[in-house]
Structures are given as structure tokens and as C-alpha cells.
């Protein structure tokens, strides 16, 4: 792979990272935060009743949080993501079958929303303000990213059977064979990973629903705009840019 080619393409994760960011921006604020608004009104109205109405004083204001802490995250979050992203895309680009720019970015993207993201969302979604044991968010953080890292380890498992597989099953059947044992190891992962139940019996259901399926809907904006953005930047580069350099690195080596 030519430096300078993976650097092109380091350079376009980046941005396409940053454009998916701002898209991911605007469905938080619109969809997301007014859940959120709802939420902290119920923990504030618990807190009042605890305290006898006493309040604490805001380190940050609300509108800040929801401006520009909200855009300062997610936007920063593009830039470094949309940066792993493209370095997998470089390795990933020839070496996963025969797709195109396009396809090879859309896949990428898609794996990752299905590991970084709903793998363990399904097993510990997201929680709004006034939901969840202060006492145990150490615990339930450290349980997040480790069913991160196993679905991302298991994904790249899976990937790597169905390669093996192939020139005895077939491609169709290797895929489908790899998907099942994945879908098999992330069942056990679930039954044996300790789970929390720590919603209150007063905490509105639709709330919960509403702002999990927001936290959904920012991640899926994201990676569905990054596929489609880097794909589009990538196709430019190494199709309708200079031939010799495309074919760099369009050509896996090793």
C-alpha cells in the first residue's frame, strides 16, 4: 500500500467523519434532546422531593450541554472515528472479496454500526438521566466496552472462518455458517455477561423507549452517512483519480 495513498485516504475518513458528525449533530439535538430535557425534569423533581427542594448549583449550563458540548462531542467523535475507519477501509480495500469503493466502504460501515454499536446496545442500552445506580456506573461502563471489544473480536473471528470455509462450503454457505457461530458466541455473551435492571417503577416506559430509539437513530445516521460519504470521496480517488495511484491502492499487499 503506497504511504501516500492510505495518507489520501486517511485525509477522506476524516472528513467524511466530520460531515457524518454534523448529520449525527442534528438528529441528537432534534430527536434526542428533548428526551433528555424530559428526563432531567423527572430527576430534578425526584431530587426536590429528596432534599426538600434544595439545588445544586450547574458546573455547565443545559444549553451549553445541548450545543456545544453535544456538537464538540459527536463532531470530534467523526474526526477520530471517521481516522480508524479509513485505516481499515485501506487494509480491508481487496482483501474482502471482489467490491468496489463504494460497496467495500458501505460494508465497513455497516459492520461497525453492528459491532461498535447495536451489538452491545441490545445487551446495555443507553440510559437517560434519572435512570441507573450511581453506585454501579463504573461497573456498567467497563461491561459496555468489553461487549464491545468482544463483538468487534468475534466479528473479525467470524470474517476469518468464513475465508477458511469458502473453498469447502462455498461462499454462501461459508457466510452463512460464520454468521450463525457469530450470532451463536454473542448469545452466550449475553447469557453470562451480568445484566442491570435499574429503571424505576415510576420512570415513564415511552420515555425510555424514546430516548433509547434516539440514541439509535444518532449512531445510524452516522455510519449510514459516513458509508455513504466515504464511499463517495474513495470512488473519486481511486477511480476517477490519477490510474497509477488508484491502483496502489486498490491492490492488497501480503
Same mark, same amino acid.
Do not use: C
Given at each position: ?8 485516504? %486517511?485525509?477522506?475518513? @476524516? ?7 454534523? =448529520?449525527?449533530?442534528?438528529?441528537? $439535538?432534534? %430527536?434526542?434532546?428533548?428526551?433528555? /430535557?424530559?428526563?432531567?425534569a423527572i430527576e430534578e423533581a425526584h431530587s426536590h422531593a429528596a432534599h426538600g427542594g434544595g439545588e445544586e448549583e450547574e458546573l455547565v449550563s443545559r444549553t451549553m450541554q445541548a450545543t456545544g458540548g453535544l456538537a464538540t462531542a459527536l463532531l470530534v467523535f467523526g474526526v477520530a472515528v471517521g481516522g480508524i475507519a479509513a485505516l481499515v477501509y485501506a487494509y480491508a480495500l481487496g482483501r474482502i472479496g471482489n467490491f468496489g469503493p463504494r460497496?467495500? &466502504? ?10 461498535? $454499536?447495536?451489538?452491545? #446496545?441490545?445487551? $446495555? ?6 435512570? !441507573?445506580?450511581? /453506585? ?5 461502563? *467497563?461491561?459496555?466496552?468489553? @461487549?464491545?471489544? =468482544? ?6 473471528? &467470524? ?9 469447502? =462450503?462455498?461462499?454462501?454457505?461459508? +457466510? ?13 455473551? $449475553? ?28 449512531? +445510524? *445516521?452516522?455510519?449510514?452517512? #459516513?458509508? =455513504?460519504? #466515504?464511499?463517495? %470521496? ?8 490519477? !490510474?497509477? /495511484? ?7 499487499? !501480503?
Amino acid at each position: 500500500m503506497n504511504s501516500i495513498s492510505v495518507r489520501a485516504l %486517511l485525509v477522506r475518513g @476524516m472528513i467524511a467523519g466530520v460531515i457524518a458528525g454534523a =448529520l449525527a449533530l442534528a438528529v441528537a $439535538y432534534f %430527536l434526542g434532546e428533548s428526551q433528555v /430535557d424530559a428526563a432531567i425534569a423527572i430527576e430534578e423533581a425526584h431530587s426536590h422531593a429528596a432534599h426538600g427542594g434544595g439545588e445544586e448549583e450547574e458546573l455547565v449550563s443545559r444549553t451549553m450541554q445541548a450545543t456545544g458540548g453535544l456538537a464538540t462531542a459527536l463532531l470530534v467523535f467523526g474526526v477520530a472515528v471517521g481516522g480508524i475507519a479509513a485505516l481499515v477501509y485501506a487494509y480491508a480495500l481487496g482483501r474482502i472479496g471482489n467490491f468496489g469503493p463504494r460497496a467495500t &466502504a458501505a460494508l465497513i460501515a455497516g459492520a461497525a454500526l453492528l459491532t461498535v $454499536y447495536v451489538v452491545p #446496545f441490545l445487551k $446495555y442500552p443507553a440510559n437517560p438521566p434519572a435512570v !441507573g445506580n450511581p /453506585d454501579t456506573i463504573g461497573k456498567r461502563t *467497563t461491561l459496555f466496552f468489553l @461487549m464491545v471489544a =468482544l463483538s468487534l473480536l468475534l466479528a473479525v473471528a &467470524a470474517v476469518i472462518i468464513g475465508k477458511r470455509l469458502a473453498p469447502a =462450503l462455498g461462499n454462501w454457505n461459508a +457466510t452463512i455458517a460464520a454468521a450463525a457461530g457469530f450470532v451463536l458466541a454473542i448469545g452466550l455473551a $449475553y447469557a453470562f455477561l451480568p445484566s442491570f435492571d435499574e429503571v424505576g417503577k415510576d420512570f415513564p416506559a415511552s420515555l425510555l423507549w424514546k430516548f433509547r430509539l434516539s440514541t439509535l437513530a444518532v449512531q +445510524t *445516521t452516522f455510519w449510514v452517512g #459516513f458509508g =455513504l460519504i #466515504f464511499g463517495y %470521496l474513495t470512488e473519486r480517488l481511486l477511480v476517477s483519480g490519477n !490510474g497509477a /495511484d488508484a491502483r496502489r491502492v486498490a491492490t492488497p499487499v !501480503g
